[in-house]
T-cell receptor, first 117, second 109 residues
């Protein structure tokens, strides 16, 4: 069964450092997403990406965040200067279609746990 | 005011019971409604997706949406120990997604 993969599974970084979280979406999917989940809190939408550009972003997704699809398979989330409060689980997801389509289904990856010290 | 409200539980039921999970929301712009299951240290897994008021059934799962009351439910029939997980409701305007806090469910053999 196809799946979304994410690397690394756990990333530890010092405050102020840049991190890049990597995702490989399902190969025929066209819509890509990043979410975060701070420990014990709800899953929060960060950004959606389609046709090589951001379709929508939340208030959380400020100038320190950026996303990129550098090649035909990877989808990355970059945090430019990490803060302690960026510590969370970051989930990548992908879907073949967008909400509204009868066959809409969003598949999540296993997540990258980011710890900022 | 929170966009999506969900009782975090925990909820504990005996095997075979019918489980009812619920969420309320405040934003009339939500058009799409989803239920996810999340096992510990895993990503959410989509269980049910619907975009209209009424019921949608898939095996032991039934999703119910009442847009007039801004209330959605997930029913699990004949619950199994393997159903033990956190259940997240989620809603979308089509562009942004909003999740509930999740309800922790334990099904006791």
């Amino acid at each position: 069964e196809p799946e979304v993969t994410q690397t690394p599974s756990h990333q530890v970084t010092q405050m102020g450092q840049e991190v890049i979280l990597r995702c490989v979406p399902i190969s025929n999917h066209l819509y890509f997403y990043w979410y975060r989940q701070i420990l014990g809190q709800k899953v929060e939408f960060l950004v959606s990406f389609y046709n090589n550009e951001i379709s929508e972003k939340s208030e959380i997704f400020d100038d320190q965040f950026s996303v990129e699809r550098p090649d035909g398979s990877n989808f990355t989330l970059k945090i430019r200067s990490t803060k302690l409060e960026d510590s969370a689980m970051y989930f990548c997801a992908s879907s073949e279609s967008r909400p509204g389509a009868a066959n809409y289904e969003q598949y999540f990856g296993p997540g990258t746990r980011l710890t900022v010290t | 005011q929170k966009e999506v409200e969900q009782d975090p539980g925990p909820l504990s039921v005996p095997e075979g019971a019918i489980v009812s999970l619920n969420c309320t929301y405040s934003n009339s712009a939500f058009q799409y409604f989803m239920w996810y299951r999340q096992y510990s240290r895993k990503g959410p897994e989509l269980l049910m997706y619907t975009y209209s008021s009424g019921n949608k059934e898939d095996g032991r799962f039934t999703a119910q949406v009442d847009k007039s009351s801004k209330y959605i439910s997930l029913f699990i029939r004949d619950s199994q120990p393997s159903d033990s997980a956190t259940y997240l409701c989620a809603m979308s305007t089509g562009n942004q997604f909003y999740f509930g806090t999740g309800t922790s469910l334990t099904v006791i053999p």
